[in-house]
């Protein structure tokens, strides 16, 4: 048996005990039992000044996902047995890694001993270089809690479990929404319009005025709860008319049709993500649980929740597309360059080969880029982030299609007026998202991807030939300067499993256009 085969099958016997532990024997109520406990160990961990890399907001996400897969029965779930199950789903985090990096070829799997080494496949500078970039998108200053706010925390006997007057509520609510605004503003490729629609008549607008009323209650419930030291849940429950008639008082601008739809979209359901649909509700009670709302997300949060359903995913996709717009618009300010959108691709019988979404070309050093632009949604989930993997590798094989038609003279381009011809130029292939590099090697050959956030944070190109250079050979962090790779142990039933995880030893990196050989800086 191969190793990766092997490690498959032991990956596949741990997610087994997970149906089998005995706290799937409780009654529906175990899912306050399951987040319960779950928030307590997470608020420990905050008290004791602990610093872990262990993703809570997927682990609570993980025990929502197995309340509503697996059978119920009847009675309590202990303490004891929600700690169990908790520790089930930290693991399940490593085991999706795993599996997900086994199955796509990231990982190179040796057994030696007994043991799994497990080693990463693809670059890891390229991994390293979103998520410094994606810190350098946290805005710097973020609304502080207001003197409303802390006078009734400070005055609220510990024993209390009152919800708060409607001023202090009122306060918490416009700080989440200066905080939803903030986080939106400072995304590099810009954010959606508040005018974005979401399908039913309801706009983004009307989503943020919604999401900022939960994230009020789930920041002031978990503050509250950390600055009185109390390791009891951060949860808040409501009854569905009790949180429809708090929508109404403080976001009365959205109407009750947009109010109920924003709900619904965001509420838990089998086949939906708990990072998008963040609300759980149990019979005719909403929970809140505040490490899965985060206004970091808030964009995608929006997006995601409308694209569930086919029909609305269609008309999400289609506005996606027109914010593409973007790499034009950074584009444009190549010194010496001509630029040009959509520019179509005919064949000899007159039907459409397809369009190249962005041209630019330097006509004085007959040198060009065509882009391929995709604009997925921003991912939130390891799923997620393969996901757009795979929309890279499918555009990459699309252009490649072209590209070979246009070489074959199988199809014929037309650039504008005073444009050198198509077959004169040379050219450079290149697919661009908004946000997320390609880890995955690319299915064909001479063809590179990049994102719009990579390549703003270079600034404007010297040079067309400036910017091709860095699309060909991206300017990445160095491992040992920038970053490390760091042998990770955990086991997985009687199997012990070490893999590479990656530790970041700087925020300074900021990718260069290149002077001269070098590679990586500070």
Request: glycine share 6%.
């Amino acid at each position: 048996m191969k190793p990766e085969t092997d490690l498959l099958d032991t990956i596949a016997g741990a997610r087994a005990q997970v149906r089998a532990h005995p706290a799937w024997q409780s009654g529906p109520d175990r899912i306050y039992d399951l987040l319960r406990t779950a928030t307590k160990l997470r608020a420990m961990e905050i008290a004791a000044g602990l610093t872990s890399d262990l993703p809570w907001e997927s682990v609570l996400a993980q025990l929502v996902v197995w309340h509503h897969q697996l059978p119920v029965g009847t009675g309590p779930c202990s303490e004891s047995a929600a700690t169990e199950v908790t520790a089930l789903a930290a693991l399940a985090q490593h085991l999706d890694r795993l599996e997900t990096g086994v199955r796509t070829g990231a990982y190179q799997v040796r057994l030696s001993g007994g043991r799994f080494r497990v080693r990463q496949r693809w670059d890891p500078s390229i991994e390293v270089a979103d998520m410094i970039l994606a810190e350098a998108a946290t805005p710097a200053h973020l609304p502080e809690l207001s003197e409303t706010e802390r006078r009734w925390i400070s005055t609220r006997p510990a024993n209390s479990r009152s919800g708060p007057p409607s001023e202090v509520l009122r306060a918490a609510v416009d700080r989440a929404a200066e905080t939803i605004e903030a986080y939106r503003q400072a995304v590099p490729e810009g954010q959606i319009p508040d005018t974005f629609p979401l399908g039913e008549g309801m706009t983004a607008g009307d989503m943020a005025q919604v999401l900022a009323v939960i994230m009020g209650i789930a920041s002031l419930c978990e503050t509250t709860a950390h600055t009185l030291s109390r390791l009891e849940t951060t949860l808040a429950h409501f009854r569905v008319p009790q949180l429809m008639g708090l929508l109404a008082a403080l976001c009365p601008s959205v109407s009750a049709a947009h109010r109920a739809l924003a709900v619904e979209r965001l509420t838990y359901r089998p086949g939906r993500s708990c990072r998008t649909s963040p609300l759980i509700q149990h019979d005719d009670i909403v929970i809140i649980c505040p490490p899965l709302v985060t206004p970091r997300a808030v964009d995608a949060i929006m997006l995601r929740s409308a694209a569930h359903e086919p029909r609305g995913f269609g008309s999400v996709g289609r506005e996606q597309g027109e914010r593409a717009a973007a790499w034009a618009e950074w584009l444009r300010a190549t010194p010496g360059a001509l630029l040009a959108e959509r520019v179509p691709a005919t064949r000899a019988d007159g039907r459409s080969a397809g369009d190249l979404d962005v041209v630019v070309v330097d006509p004085a050093r007959r040198t060009g880029v065509c882009f391929e632009i995709k604009w997925p949604i921003e991912a939130l989930s390891l799923a997620e982030a393969m996901k757009v993997e795979n929309w890279v590798t499918s555009a990459a094989r699309q252009l490649d299609r072209l590209r070979g038609e246009l070489r074959a003279g199988r199809a014929a381009v037309q650039l504008p007026d005073g444009w050198p011809a198509f077959d004169s130029i040379d050219w450079t292939w290149c697919v661009g998202t908004p946000q997320q590099l390609c880890l995955r090697p690319l299915p064909v050959p001479e063809m590179c991807s990049t994102s719009l956030r990579y390549v703003q944070a270079l600034g404007t190109p010297p040079s067309l030939d400036a910017l091709t250079d860095i699309l060909v050979r991206p300017d990445l962090p160095l491992e040992g300067k920038h970053f490390k790779v760091i042998r990770r142990s955990f086991p997985i039933g009687r199997r012990q499993v070490q893999l590479d995880a990656i530790g970041v030893s700087t925020d300074l990196w900021r990718p260069r256009f290149r002077s001269g050989p070098e590679r990586g800086n500070e």
